[in-house]
């Protein structure tokens, strides 16, 4: 919002609507609800589908079956949602540490996530029900391709958060800079872990 200082009768102007900065807040609202809008499309699914088990199966899973669609359409929207909060926090960071490379990991982790919903993954662990118990014997391009794609937009992530943590500690923000290093830290283990096919029912979860 900006305002004048007064008007041509000499009394204080009204604050004039700063369409940048709402056009900005917005597009950084979409980072809020991205999280969030995954989980509860997930959760849901989870607790509705035969077979699925939060503890032996990550959400990815979800994209098999009769209602696989719908984990598609979940991993697809999330990553645009993902995409446009990146060109927000471009919009609204200024020019230092972390403006170019921040935004620019956060699109490319939203573009993984949109690769992954195009590229569904191998049913496997006994999901959906039917499916062998453990991983595919053969693992087929598609989901290759899913691994490949989740993997990289993780990665992205994960590097997003050390930026900005990196952006924090420059401004003396020790707080955040340390809450994106933890994230960072964190989302890496969970990471690891799932592709480390550990089965711990823990790792699963957490992820």
């Known amino acids: 919002m900006t305002t004048d200082s007064t008007t041509s009768g000499g009394r204080a102007a009204r604050p004039s609507f700063d369409r940048a900065a709402a056009v900005t807040r917005s597009l950084l609202g979409y980072g809020v609800l991205a999280g969030a809008f995954y989980l509860v499309v997930g959760i849901v699914q989870g607790l509705l589908r035969d ?3 939060f503890t032996r199966h990550d959400l990815s899973l979800l994209a098999n079956g009769p209602y696989g669609w719908i984990q598609v359409t979940n991993l697809i929207v999330t990553g645009v949602m993902v995409v446009v909060a990146a060109v927000g926090v471009r919009r609204a960071m ?7 490379w921040a935004p620019a990991l956060l699109a490319a ?9 195009v590229f569904p993954a ?3 662990f006994g999901f959906p029900p039917g499916t062998p118990d453990g991983p595919p014997a053969t693992p087929t391009v598609a989901g290759f391709l899913h691994l490949v794609t989740a993997g990289l937009g993780f990665v992205c992530l994960v590097a997003a958060c050390f930026v900005l943590a990196h952006r924090f500690a420059r401004r003396g923000r020790a707080d955040w800079a340390w809450y994106s290093r933890i994230t960072a830290i964190v989302f890496l283990a969970g990471f690891v872990g799932i592709a480390a096919d550990s089965g711990n029912p823990a790792i699963v979860l957490g992820f």
């Open 109 to 117: 982790y939203g573009v993984g996530l949109i690769g992954a919903g």
């Open 51 to 53: 077979g699925y088990e």
């Open 94 to 100: 200024r020019p230092g540490p972390a403006a170019t």
């Open 122 to 124: 191998d049913p496997m």
